[in-house]
């Protein structure tokens, strides 16, 4: 029998992957984007004309709950940043575009029940009650720079088969002037949970073009960065980022 992917309750609501309030800020965006890759190959690729994504997966207490709640929180903060009437972002700032962030990719891989998520049970029931990301992940915030679109993607790296090889699930929003990053390592089996796990990333200024908002930094992170992403390219750039899980010695 399906259940709430948040809970243990009865899927009994439709959600929009993409918030209402946030496609209201596009209306005249003419398509969006949304594809899905595992190991190089892709799974999925498609055009979505003025996207509409709603997922079944979600009881009507965590639609109209702790999301909803989420929600309300984080979406004065993002409207500040389209708008650009924000320079800095404090702690609490950090963790809820964290947490949203988050929260949004989970629901996403709800688009695609027939492949196996990501995102454990565990893990989302414990950003559903202490707002606890999973281990090994983190967020960062990047500015878009003639980007009118939405756009998500979802990069599922892998080295090794099944448990012997470690994993870094990435997944990419960009709406408008803003995107997000958020990237999750699952190390190989047999590294121990305290030694820390890193990638490959491609060449580029990333340290002037993401801001850092998972983990938080106790220090307030200036707003906008130096350094931009230009249109789709700058977009397509960054969803490609990411390489190789290794470990760190």
Known sequence: MRMCMFCDNNPSTKEDAWPLWLMRRFPMASTGRMFAERSGNPLNDWPVTKPR???KWLCDSCNNGWMSQLENEVKPVIESLLDDKISELDGTVQETLGVWAVKTAMVLEALHPERPWFYSKAERQCLRTVRSLPARTQVWLAKCVNQPDIYSAAMD????????GG???AVTLAFGSIAFQVVTIRAPAQVPENVPVT????EGPWDQVLVQVWPIFKDKRVWPPRMGLDKEMGINALTERLGYV???R
């Open 199 to 202: 990638y490959e990333v491609s």
């Open 246 to 248: 290794q470990e760190r």
């Open 53 to 55: 994504v709603v997922v």
């Open 167 to 169: 994993r870094a699930y």
């Open 157 to 164: 790296h892998q080295t090794g088969a099944g448990e012997d």
